[in-house]
């Protein structure tokens, strides 16, 4: 099969998993208990006659999948509907939070990269030594501590005790919204670093007992060159893998982080949007989650061929 | 300069009640064929290893293993490196396992010389597609960009065994080499070892536990049992004539390629684990010669025998035991 009609099949396979989502997103909201009318008439008290007006207004009078094909309708031309909350545009109210949110999003995806894939590697090249031990010691107590844990003992420590960061806000410029950013990207990325550490000690450890690793060396090869180029090489599979998929379900767990460490982001953004009952923000926001899930797990299927040729390029092991 | 040279090599593991191996000795000549033949378990991977300074880290090891007049125990990085590269090279038994499965065929053959060597890629490469058209691969050109699981069995061990030749050794070292392969390409990859062996005047170590195949391949075998040599003798001698009775015992359970098939007399008991040990000859349980108070007692020593002192066998009783002839001697 040739790589145009894979990545057709990817594409498709994205649009449907897409549709079912907003489906789901649609009527879940739909199901949910309270009243947007009466949060958006509230502090007044509206005659029936305004009450019908205002579901008039905002489609709420007509039936279940009316509402539905019409708001699919407007999103598939990029028409998200406007925020109850802000009264302004979805677009434009994530567009604006946007940023803040992937700056998080990328350093931390550093972070794991280079913490725990790091400390995974050095673990497993000191396999049943003390320090390996202390490795796995730190993973499984950073595996076991919650974001919101994190995120309250990083801003007293390093916040208030310290003072080496600020404890609120997103800054601005370059330089200090990374300084901002630095100590929720750390309490958002501990749980998977610890996660990315593991998968990678026991990947490099299942190569490390390969015999073409022990050909390698038989040789002649340097030991250095053999652990690049076979060892580490053959054991990214799985650290992609799982790397792909922590990665895109970060956007999530930025809720919890950017909410206590008082930023303005996608996830804070939702928190709020869900306790006011902004329900077209939220279905914006969670098709979006739901988008980049799909899509950084959809680039992770594709580069796969590329690290193991053993794998068809069309997906399914052969 | 002996081309490899054994020496009362003895190699020990944490948590093992016998060594891996007990005071190995073995010589191989330039240019000669040296069978080393046993059950699993019994050593005979372990001694090939040392040949290239592969024995496990955790490892006590006394004794030498030279290497034309190099000692590799305890060996530095660049000693080890040297041989590795120049001198001796091993066919390891399954090549799906001993070949990076997600790296080119190319990139097996040519990485050793561009990383030791350092030769250029256009170099390496030139040097790879007449390594795969002297293993006898149909389309080097092509092989050289494929994929180890792109290849059949037979073809990689030929990939394997260009791979060997890279550094244009003069000890080949191969470990089964055709156990992991169809029956009906074991003998061809044989035929390219000895066509190999020959042409190129290798010096070659073959480890077999079919003792058939190593009378017919080989100038001289030696047999290994729980980590001792037990007898060394020219193929043919030692086809024609085994004097030890673990030898005796091995021919009895080998079924005779041609003529009647008569009942197979297995050799009783199992092979002595890592967790055994015993103060005697270790295959004192198994031996139906065995004389209770001396073959138990102390272990006998690898001696060359006094009626033909080319051959040597560790038994007390190798005298005394009637000289039997299991089958004529094959060629």
Same mark, same amino acid.
């Given at each position: 099969? &040739?790589?145009?009609?894979?990545?057709?099949?990817?594409?498709?396979?994205?649009?449907?998993?897409?549709?079912?989502? %907003?489906?789901?997103?649609?009527?879940?909201?739909?199901?949910?208990?309270?009243?947007?009318?009466?949060?958006?008439?509230?502090?007044?008290?509206?005659?029936?006659?305004?009450?019908?007006?205002?579901?008039?207004?905002?489609?709420?009078?007509?039936?279940?999948?009316?509402?539905?094909?019409?708001?699919?309708?407007?999103?598939?031309?990029?028409?998200?509907?406007?925020?109850?909350?802000?009264?302004?545009?979805?677009?434009?109210?994530?567009?604006?939070?946007?940023?803040?949110?992937?700056?998080?999003?990328?350093?931390?995806?550093?972070?794991?990269?280079?913490?725990?894939?790091?400390? #995974? *590697?050095?673990?497993?090249?000191?396999?049943?030594?003390?320090?390996?031990?202390?490795?796995?010691?730190?993973?499984?107590?950073?595996?076991?501590?919650?974001?919101?844990?994190?995120?309250?003992?990083?801003?007293?420590?390093?916040?208030?005790?310290?003072?080496?960061?600020?404890?609120?806000?997103?800054?601005? #410029?370059?330089?200090?919204?990374?300084?901002?950013?630095?100590?929720?990207?750390?309490?958002?990325?501990?749980?998977?670093?610890?996660?990315?550490?593991?998968?990678?000690?026991?990947?490099?450890?299942?190569?490390?007992?390969?015999?073409?690793?022990?050909?390698?060396?038989?040789?002649?090869?340097?030991?250095?060159?053999?652990?690049?180029?076979?060892?580490?090489?053959?054991?990214?599979?799985?650290?992609?893998?799982? %790397?792909?998929?922590?990665?895109?379900?970060?956007?999530?767990?930025?809720?919890?982080?950017?909410?206590?460490?008082?930023? %303005?982001?996608?996830?804070?953004?939702?928190?709020?949007?869900?306790?006011?009952?902004?329900?077209?923000?939220?279905?914006?926001?969670?098709?979006?989650?739901?988008?980049?899930?799909?899509?950084?797990?959809?680039?992770?299927?594709?580069?796969?061929?590329?690290?193991?040729?053993?794998?068809?390029?069309?997906?399914?092991?052969? | 300069?002996?081309?490899?040279?054994?020496?009362?090599?003895?190699?020990?593991?944490?948590?093992?009640?016998?060594?891996?191996?007990?005071?190995?000795?073995?010589?191989?000549?330039?240019? /000669?064929?040296?069978?080393?033949?046993?059950? &699993?378990?019994?050593?005979?991977?372990?001694?090939?290893?040392?040949?290239?300074?592969?024995?496990?880290?955790?490892?006590?090891?006394? #004794?030498?293993?030279?290497?034309?007049?190099?000692?590799?125990?305890?060996?530095?990085?660049?000693?080890?490196?040297?041989?590795?590269?120049?001198?001796?090279?091993?066919?390891?038994?399954?090549?799906?396992?001993?070949?990076?499965?997600?790296?080119?065929?190319?990139?097996?053959?040519?990485?050793?010389?561009?990383?030791?060597?350092?030769?250029?890629?256009?170099?390496?490469?030139?040097?790879?597609?007449?390594?795969?058209?002297?293993?006898?691969?149909?389309?080097?050109?092509?092989?050289?960009?494929?994929?180890?699981?792109?290849?059949?069995?037979?073809?990689?061990?030929?990939?394997?065994?260009?791979?060997?030749?890279?550094?244009?050794?003069?000890?080949?070292?191969?470990?089964?080499?055709?156990?992991?392969?169809?029956?009906?390409?074991?003998? /061809?990859?044989?035929?390219?070892?000895?066509?190999?062996?020959?042409?190129?005047?290798?010096?070659?170590?073959?480890?077999?536990?079919?003792?058939?195949?190593?009378?017919?391949?080989?100038?001289?075998?030696?047999?290994?049992?729980?980590?001792?040599?037990?007898?060394?003798?020219?193929? *043919?001698?030692?086809? #024609?004539?085994?004097?030890?009775?673990?030898?005796?015992?091995?021919?009895? &359970?080998?079924?005779?390629?041609?003529?009647?098939?008569?009942?197979?007399?297995?050799?009783?008991?199992?092979?002595?684990?890592?967790?055994?040990?015993?103060?005697?000859?270790?295959?004192?349980?198994?031996?139906?010669?065995?004389?209770?108070?001396?073959?138990?007692?102390?272990?006998?020593?690898?001696?060359?025998?006094?009626?033909?002192?080319?051959?040597?066998?560790?038994?007390?009783?190798?005298?005394?035991?009637?000289?039997?002839?299991?089958?004529?001697?094959?060629?």
């Amino acid at each position: 099969m &040739s790589v145009a009609v894979a990545l057709f099949r990817k594409l498709l396979g994205m649009a449907v998993t897409l549709l079912v989502t %907003s489906f789901l997103v649609f009527s879940s909201l739909y199901l949910a208990p309270g009243d947007p009318v009466s949060f958006l008439v509230k502090g007044r008290s509206p005659s029936p006659a305004e009450l019908v007006a205002v579901r008039k207004e905002f489609g709420f009078d007509q039936p279940f999948p009316a509402r539905y094909w019409h708001w699919l309708d407007a999103v598939l031309h990029g028409d998200f509907g406007r925020s109850y909350l802000f009264h302004e545009s979805v677009g434009a109210v994530i567009w604006a939070r946007l940023p803040a949110s992937l700056l998080l999003v990328g350093v931390s995806t550093v972070l794991i990269a280079v913490v725990g894939i790091g400390a #995974g *590697a050095f673990s497993a090249l000191r396999h049943g030594t003390r320090t390996d031990k202390s490795v796995l010691l730190l993973v499984t107590v950073g595996a076991a501590v919650p974001s919101f844990a994190a995120a309250v003992v990083l801003r007293s420590v390093f916040g208030v005790r310290l003072g080496w960061f600020p404890t609120i806000g997103n800054g601005t #410029g370059l330089l200090d919204e990374l300084h901002h950013v630095a100590l929720p990207a750390v309490a958002l990325s501990v749980t998977f670093m610890a996660l990315v550490t593991r998968v990678t000690r026991a990947s490099m450890l299942d190569e490390l007992g390969r015999e073409h690793v022990e050909v390698a060396l038989s040789r002649g090869a340097p030991r250095g060159s053999v652990l690049r180029r076979h060892v580490f090489r053959n054991a990214l599979g799985p650290i992609l893998t799982v %790397s792909g998929l922590l990665v895109s379900g970060m956007l999530v767990s930025t809720a919890i982080v950017e909410t206590a460490f008082g930023m %303005s982001g996608i996830g804070s953004l939702l928190v709020q949007c869900v306790d006011e009952l902004d329900f077209q923000v939220v279905q914006a926001l969670v098709l979006l989650v739901v988008a980049v899930f799909v899509v950084v797990n959809t680039l992770v299927d594709l580069v796969h061929p590329l690290i193991d040729p053993r794998i068809a390029a069309g997906g399914g092991a052969r | 300069m002996t081309l490899l040279e054994i020496d009362a090599l003895t190699v020990e593991l944490p948590g093992a009640a016998r060594p891996v191996l007990d005071a190995v000795t073995l010589r191989l000549a330039a240019g /000669e064929v040296v069978g080393l033949v046993g059950e &699993s378990g019994s050593g005979k991977s372990v001694t090939a290893r040392s040949a290239l300074g592969l024995l496990p880290a955790r490892a006590r090891v006394t #004794g030498r293993v030279l290497v034309e007049g190099r000692d590799l125990v305890g060996a530095d990085a660049a000693r080890l490196r040297e041989v590795r590269t120049g001198v001796a090279s091993m066919v390891f038994q399954d090549p799906r396992a001993g070949i990076n499965p997600v790296r080119r065929i190319g990139d097996f053959l040519t990485e050793p010389l561009r990383l030791t060597k350092g030769w250029s890629r256009r170099e390496a490469e030139a040097r790879a597609l007449e390594l795969l058209a002297a293993v006898g691969l149909p389309d080097p050109p092509r092989h050289l960009r494929q994929y180890p699981h792109q290849l059949s069995g037979g073809m990689l061990q030929r990939v394997m065994i260009a791979g060997a030749l890279a550094g244009e050794p003069r000890l080949l070292l191969c470990d089964e080499p055709t156990t992991a392969l169809d029956v009906s390409t074991q003998a /061809e990859i044989l035929a390219l070892l000895g066509g190999l062996q020959r042409a190129r005047g290798l010096g070659m170590l073959l480890i077999t536990h079919d003792i058939e195949l190593a009378a017919a391949s080989c100038d001289r075998v030696y047999v290994m049992y729980a980590g001792r040599i037990v007898e060394q003798a020219p193929a *043919a001698e030692l086809f #024609g004539s085994p004097r030890h009775p673990y030898t005796r015992g091995l021919l009895g &359970s080998t079924p005779p390629l041609t003529g009647p098939l008569e009942r197979l007399r297995p050799v009783p008991g199992a092979p002595m684990s890592l967790a055994e040990s015993a103060p005697g000859c270790a295959f004192a349980a198994r031996c139906t010669f065995a004389e209770p108070g001396r073959c138990d007692h102390s272990a006998p020593e690898l001696l060359p025998l006094t009626a033909a002192p080319d051959r040597s066998a560790a038994c007390f009783r190798v005298a005394e035991l009637p000289n039997p002839a299991v089958t004529e001697a094959r060629p």
